[in-house]
């Protein structure tokens, strides 16, 4: 277990910081050394078992660096109140960054099992919205197109589960755990049946 150096009093604080201000780096890491407690205080929000525990220090430890650099004492505010700020601006840059290089989340990435220990992915736990796949394949073609498509591309099961789990035809859009109430059957093959479906309908969009 990793043990951190006690808090700094406020007197020996500000004479290391004024140290530090004039270019002493022995006493610029004996201030980091002083308030790493205060980084792992922080880090804890945004630990998980997908992010590296190290990893996460060391974002912190550069917020705590810029902070020490940074700071103005004749501001009058404390240095674990500006240190903190910088230390939380310096993980949601890395949390910003992760959601930009990670790859797009598919709809059917599995999250979870249900009771009866049938896969869920995110497709079934989300109401359609403007944004889901359907409403981007309308966007690029014309509506009609899209009706004409559902009779001639899908099989009469297949065109049931996308009209009820996307609206169409004036009907209120459904999750995916209703229409196999609706249907009689599971959840997990409403989920294969649709994705089968949207991708026939993508395929033949994209042929036109």
């Known amino acids: 277990m990793q043990t951190f150096q006690k808090p700094l009093t406020a007197e020996e604080e500000l004479y290391y910081l004024t140290r530090s201000q004039n270019g002493d780096l022995e006493a610029r890491n ?32 550069i917020g705590l660096i810029k902070a020490i650099n940074t700071y103005d004492t004749s501001k009058g505010n404390k240095l674990g109140t500006y240190a903190s700020r910088c230390i939380e601006n310096e993980l949601l840059m890395l949390l910003r960054q992760e959601r930009k290089s990670s790859r797009e989340v598919s709809l059917y990435e599995p999250i979870g099992s249900d009771k009866e220990g049938n896969e869920i992915n995110l497709m079934d736990i989300m109401e359609c919205s403007n944004e889901d796949i359907l409403e981007q394949m309308i966007t690029e073609t014309h509506i009609h197109s899209i009706y004409a498509l559902l009779a001639t591309s899908l099989s009469p099961r297949e065109q049931k589960i996308i009209i009820l789990r996307y609206g169409l035809h004036n009907h209120e859009p459904v999750t995916q755990r209703d229409v196999a109430r609706q249907m009689g059957i599971s959840r997990s093959y409403v989920s294969r049946i649709e994705k089968r479906a949207l991708e026939k309908l993508r395929a033949r969009l994209e042929e036109g």
């Open 30 to 61: 004996l201030l980091v050394e002083h308030n790493l407690r205060l980084v792992a205080h922080i880090v804890k929000k945004y630990n998980s078992h997908e992010r590296d525990m190290e990893d996460l220090i060391s974002t912190g430890t």
